[in-house]
């Protein structure tokens, strides 16, 4: 009875619970910049955290960015929510934000308009590519 009840809790868990098998593991993530025109460009890993410098950004003397999000799934849809701050120094607790987008569902093209709060730059789009 108790195998039973265990391979039934097992079937149930692969209908309710569908594997990520099917989504590519890594994603190269790129942000477009406007006014003044700046592009980067990272590899990120599907569902993991990250947390990247923006390598030479136009952000002034002595500041530096970063940026910081992930991409997962929910309802069979990919979302993400992605951070850009930037800083004078080393500590993350004096960052201002540049964007900021919170649990947001990708089209399908995986392109996405990240709303720029700051007047570092006009716009910024971030576009997911899956490397297979």
Known sequence: MKQKR???????SLTVFPSDAAEPRRYRLTLNFSEPAFRWS???TYRD???????????????????????????GQLYTSLKMSKLRGKSETD???LGLIAHARLPSDLRISIPIVTKDFK?????????K
């Open 6 to 12: 265990a391979f039934l809790l097992l079937l149930l």
């Open 42 to 44: 990272r590899t990120i």
């Open 95 to 97: 960052a201002a934000v």
């Open 49 to 75: 955290e990250f947390h990247l410098i923006l390598d030479d950004a136009p952000l002034g003397d002595g500041y530096w960015g970063f940026v910081a999000g992930v991409i997962y799934p929910k309802n």
């Open 123 to 131: 716009s910024c789009t971030a576009t997911f590519t899956p490397i």
